[in-house]
Structures are given as C-alpha cells and as structure tokens.
C-alpha cells in the first residue's frame, strides 16, 4: 500500500518563477492538504482540498492555488515566486469521513534565488 | 501563524532516559495531535488525543492534555537513538467534522546522546 507521494524531490526555481508540485494521496483517502514548512519553523496549512474543491484555507495569498483531480491527486501552484517561497512543501493525506490523522509525504524541497 | 508553542526548544538527554516535551496552544481544539519529523522530511503521526480525553499511551508514548490550561506533554520512556528528531504538537479547530487543517507549534528538536 503506497503511502503519500510527492514529486518533485528538490527545485531550484528563480524569482518571479512559477511552480507546480504534485502529490497523490495514500490509497482510500480523499481529501489532501497542503502545508509550507521554512527551515526551523512548524508547517504552516496553505489550503485542504475535498471533492476536487477547496474546501479551508490558511493565510496564503492568492499566488498559492491548487487543485485536486478525480483521482484525489492534488497539485499545488505558486506564481510570482518571491525568496520567500523557498521551503519545504508537505501534502498531506487523510479520508473525510474517518479519523483525523493525516498522513504525510517526504515532501518537496523548494529552493528560489 | 503558529497556534502553539513547544518547550524546550531543543533537548539533549542520554539514551535510555525518558524525555517530556510540552506544547501550549490557544484557541478551543477538537483533538491534538504529535508528530515526529526526522532531517526535514515528511512528518510521522505519532498519537492523537480527543478533547474529552486526559491521557492516552502507545507504547513508550504517553500523552497528557489538559484542556483547562491548554496545555499537552509528550513522554518518550526508555529512549533511544533513533528517537532523535524534531516533535510537533498539532492541533484542529472546529470546522464540524472530517481532517481540517492543523494548526502546528514550532516544534521540540530532541537529541539522543548514545
């Protein structure tokens, strides 16, 4: 049983840049959820997504979108990237209508200069 | 913004000493939880507390929450080298229902000396 995936493992993007990361959720779970961790800090929750719809929101601006696709897979948008984007990007996995754990990828290495 | 905070920041301790991590957060919580996370990677679900719950144990994990003063601590008995890693208290809101978005700490970096 495949848990969380996360591609890709490390970026090196410039300012002003956009971005896509990718994630698929573990197997029975549909509803993802995406954080941004800097380095020495908590992650921080960008979005959830269930249902292919946005469903809760942390306190990102409108550069940081999403999406989610039938298959549950989610992917995570930035534009106008700013030096303050690099970090590490998380998904995280879980089933709406069970516990409240969520499962966690390696995540993505976001580097931008 | 971080909901909470962890304390210590950082601690070093011998193996097989037990090692207590609290956490503070500051709004009403459905659950809390505690994950661990080694070298930045992705992060572990350790265990999860209910709001109506006290105490919980899984293995060498004890939990505490104390709704009162918002306050939950993390045990390790017995530890050992592998449990070298940075511990994270997460918690949820009140949205009604299902996985919402956790609202983590800054994190405990617990060192394992052997």
């Known amino acids: 049983d495949a848990g969380v995936t996360q591609s890709p493992t490390h970026l090196i993007k410039t300012r002003g840049q956009q971005v896509t990361l990718r994630c698929s959720p573990k197997?029975?779970?549909?509803?993802v959820s995406w954080y941004q961790q800097a380095l020495g800090q908590g992650p921080q929750f960008i979005f959830q997504?269930?249902?292919?719809?946005?469903?809760q929101r942390g306190n990102f601006p409108d550069r940081f979108s999403g999406h989610q696709f039938p298959n549950y897979s989610s992917e995570l948008n930035v534009n106008a990237l700013l030096l303050g984007d690099s970090a590490l990007y998380l998904c995280?996995?879980?089933?709406?209508?069970?516990?409240?754990?969520?499962?966690f990828g390696p995540g993505t290495r976001l580097t931008v200069t | 913004s971080q909901q909470g905070e962890e304390d210590p920041q950082a601690l070093s301790i011998q193996e097989g000493e037990n090692a207590t991590m609290n956490c503070s957060y500051k709004?009403?919580?459905?659950?809390l939880q505690w994950y661990r996370q080694n070298s930045g990677r992705g992060l572990v679900h350790l265990i999860l507390?209910?709001?109506?719950?006290r105490e919980k144990h899984s293995g060498r994990l004890r939990v505490t929450l104390d709704t009162s003063k918002k306050s939950s601590s993390l045990l390790i008995t017995a530890s050992r080298a592998a449990d070298t890693a940075s511990y994270f208290c997460?918690?949820?809101?009140?949205?009604?229902?299902?996985?919402?978005?956790?609202?983590f700490g800054k994190g405990t970096h617990l060192i394992i000396q052997p």
């Open positions: 995280a996995s879980s089933w709406e209508a069970s516990s409240y754990e969520q499962y």
């Open positions: 197997s029975g779970h549909d509803t």
């Open positions: 997504y269930y249902e292919e719809e946005e469903r």
């Open positions: 709004t009403s919580i459905n659950n």
């Open positions: 507390i209910r709001s109506n719950e």
């Open positions: 997460a918690t949820d809101g009140y949205s009604g229902g299902g996985a919402d978005g956790l609202t």
